[in-house]
């Protein structure tokens, strides 16, 4: 049986440093969250991966991804 330590272990991961190059439209859309959410080029980047990978196991399962507006309006959101 494993112990706890080695449970541990294997769900937490180690942190990674990347390099990466952005095209330009992903280089606004960093600026655009960093000015709307106050954080940080980091924190931006870290949430947006963990989004992208919850939509996209969501949309694996078999599920749509809705928006709401204000008055009811539902439309489907295409992530390609």
Do not use: C, W
């Amino acid at each position: 049986m494993p112990r706890q330590a080695d449970k541990l272990h294997a769900v937490r991961a180690e942190n990674e440093r990347f390099t990466v190059t952005l095209i330009p439209t992903a280089v606004q859309a960093v600026a655009a969250l960093m000015r709307l959410t106050g954080l940080s080029k980091t924190d931006v980047l870290n949430r947006s991966v963990q989004v992208y990978a919850f939509l996209a196991q969501q949309m694996a399962d078999g599920k749509e991804v809705l928006l709401r507006d204000e008055e009811g309006n539902t439309e489907r959101v295409h992530i390609v």
